[in-house]
């Protein structure tokens, strides 16, 4: 019988030959599973042909980027501010946030990525948390009036601010989590809190990268 995981573990092995999806779960979380790329995948030098693979096609999907599990901790903690509420995932990869928002009682949860390996990861995994989730591979797919979106390690590339803009005119509140963004520089933004959180599998990030950032906009 097929494993509920195998369409990853093709997706992956098209660029990681030997590495393997497993299903874990995931530290601070409660009831929530994920097919993530495998602990001990093997960090030595790739070969040629391979390393133009990932660099085409990475595997971001494969992993459950720190801010990414610092805002489903959160949202899980929180959850009475999800439940029956809009929610969308921008920028979704494995699928954390979203379906830690469906966990905690969202009327209706949304994913938005561009990649269509990270929508089929949130898809699998939701499957195996017996969640539901919309996909959209373009915000202009998210419907008006949102309650509430989330990004989550979405602006590591500054070529991604844009984005900010676009999404206000959709929802009445945005959550931002990054490690990597200390000051958003966008007076519509407050800082509302820090978490400390790990890439898992771990990949050894430095310690300046462990500290997840919160901003909210609320739509005044």
């Keep these: 019988?097929?494993?509920?995981?195998?369409?990853?573990?093709?997706?992956?092995?098209?660029?990681?030959?030997?590495?393997?999806?497993?299903?874990?779960?995931?530290?601070?979380?409660?009831?929530?599973?994920?097919?993530?790329?495998?602990?001990?995948?093997?960090?030595?030098?790739?070969?040629?042909?391979?390393?133009?693979?990932?660099?085409?096609?990475?595997?971001?999907?494969?992993?459950?980027?720190?801010?990414?599990?610092?805002?489903?901790?959160?949202?899980?903690?929180n959850a009475h501010k999800i439940a029956g509420k809009v929610i969308a995932d921008v920028g979704c990869g494995s699928g954390v946030v979203a379906i830690a928002a469906a966990l905690a009682g969202a009327k209706i949860v949304y994913a938005c990525d561009i990649d269509d390996d990270a929508l089929m990861a949130t898809e699998t995994n939701a499957r195996l948390n017996n969640t539901h989730i919309e996909l959209c591979s373009h915000i202009d797919e998210l419907p008006d009036h949102l309650d509430q979106i989330w990004m989550a390690d979405v602006l590591y590339d500054r070529a991604n601010l844009p984005l900010i803009e676009h999404v206000k005119t959709k929802a009445a509140s945005i959550m931002i989590s990054d490690s990597r963004v200390r000051d958003l520089e966008d007076p519509d933004f407050d800082v509302v809190g820090h978490a400390e959180a790990l890439t898992f599998p771990n990949l050894g990030e430095f310690d300046e990268f462990r500290m997840v950032n919160f901003f909210e906009y609320r739509r005044s």
Excluded at 25 to 31: E, F, K, Q, S, T
Aim: hydrophobic residues 50%; charged residues 15%.
């Design 1 to 77: 019988m097929p494993a509920p995981t195998d369409p990853l573990q093709q997706r992956l092995n098209a660029t990681l030959p030997t590495a393997r999806i497993e299903i874990v779960n995931l530290p601070g979380l409660m009831n929530l599973r994920l097919g993530l790329i495998n602990a001990d995948f093997s960090t030595a030098p790739l070969a040629q042909d391979i390393m133009r693979k990932v660099i085409a096609k990475p595997a971001y999907w494969a992993f459950c980027w720190g801010s990414g599990l610092a805002s489903a901790i959160h949202i899980q903690a």
